[in-house]
């Protein structure tokens, strides 16, 4: 499969090691060559038609001069739309930054690789948030495919449990923990530390959003739920419908208040058909949705089984990488 990868962050290039480290099980046991036929950052491109060495990718972005290194191969200042048009591919996966506000650069990348007939994998929250049932029906309209299963819970494959292994079944509800720096936050304040300094851990740590804010007040975690309400229970909700409230306020000493009754406080998201919410909860310390540190934890609420969980890590860039991965899988199997 000939892909176009966009985007060569912490995703990106845990991709691409994902690619060397897997690249003769990929091909036994699905029979899945990837070729990368096109590489993108800020700076520019590299192309090279006949697929260019994952390994030798990596190293370069790892080194100074980044893509430059890679000559003659490296074409300066090329935008990826352009790339996408010009470049013969079978898949784009876009991993460049989030944007909730109108969802670009990736809207564009994606939008124009479906218009191209490109399938798409992605884990960039901001297009699919703000427009999953558009990119959804493009996708089809065209004859690709688009899948996302990245963009909540990391690598932890929260979107195909739902869809896929609860087929049949009616979900009812769906209530989690999908964003980790709160839940670490709030892990670390019930073992003593105030907001900040548990925060400022968060951060140090490399959990927190590049703006803490999306994480804190909420908003991270409501857009996530968005996502999974539309796709599992098939909702019409906007980000702007989920009634948000963060947990910024909590202080040590309501956190050890609950604890001393047996509770905890977690930042829970819920959807149950009529009401969408993100809100800090007071839940029994023996719930299963009572994961520590920065673990995400989601439980549907199905017609058949009653309540299944599934607890994992909620981020990461080899964790979510692995989302990008088993979606080429996904499909290639599906279009072989
Ligand atoms: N990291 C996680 O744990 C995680 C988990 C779930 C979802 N996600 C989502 O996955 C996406 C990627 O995350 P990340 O952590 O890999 O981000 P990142 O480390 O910030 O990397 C973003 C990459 O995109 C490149 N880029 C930015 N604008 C571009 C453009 N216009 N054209 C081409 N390349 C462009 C950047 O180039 P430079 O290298 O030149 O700056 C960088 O290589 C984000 O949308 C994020 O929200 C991440």
Do not use: C
């Amino acid at each position: 499969m000939r892909v176009i990868l966009v985007g060569l962050g912490s995703l990106g290039q845990g991709f691409l090691d994902h690619l060397v480290t897997r690249s003769d099980e990929l091909r036994d046991r699905y029979g899945l060559r990837v070729k990368i036929v096109a590489a993108l950052d800020t700076s520019g491109a590299v192309v090279q038609p006949a697929g260019v060495d994952p390994a030798v990718l990596v190293r370069a972005k790892r080194t100074p001069g980044g893509l430059s290194n890679l000559q003659p191969s490296f074409r300066p200042g090329r935008r990826a739309l352009e790339i996408i048009h010009t470049v013969e591919a079978d898949a784009v996966v876009e991993v460049t930054p989030t944007n909730i506000l109108d969802g670009e650069p990736a809207m564009s990348h994606i939008r124009g690789s479906l218009k191209a007939k490109r399938h798409v994998v992605t884990a960039n929250k901001g297009p699919i948030v703000l427009a999953m049932s558009y990119l959804a029906a493009l996708a089809e309209e065209q004859g690709v495919l688009l899948r996302f299963s990245g963009t909540v819970g990391g690598g932890t494959p929260m979107l195909d449990l739902a869809r896929l292994s609860l087929r049949g079944d009616r979900v009812l509800e769906i209530a989690g923990i999908l964003n980790g720096t709160t839940n670490y936050v709030l892990t670390r304040m019930g073992e003593g530390l105030e907001f900040d300094a548990a925060l400022q851990e968060a951060q140090k740590l490399g959990y927190a959003e590049a703006n803490p804010k999306y994480d804190v007040e909420g908003t991270d975690a409501a857009i996530k739920l968005t996502i999974l309400s539309n796709w599992v229970m098939g909702a019409k909700l906007h980000v702007t419908d989920i009634a948000t409230r963060g947990i910024e306020s909590i202080i040590h000493a309501e956190v050890e208040r609950a604890r001393a009754q047996g509770q905890v406080i977690k930042l829970l998201a819920r959807y149950d058909g009529k009401r969408a919410r993100v809100e800090p909860e007071l839940i029994p310390a023996s719930d299963s949705l009572n994961v520590p540190g920065p673990l995400n934890a989601v439980t549907y609420t199905t017609e058949d089984l009653g309540a299944v969980t599934l607890i994992g890590k909620g981020a990461g860039g080899r964790e979510t990488s692995s989302a990008l991965l088993r979606d080429l899988i996904d499909i290639h199997l599906q279009t072989k």
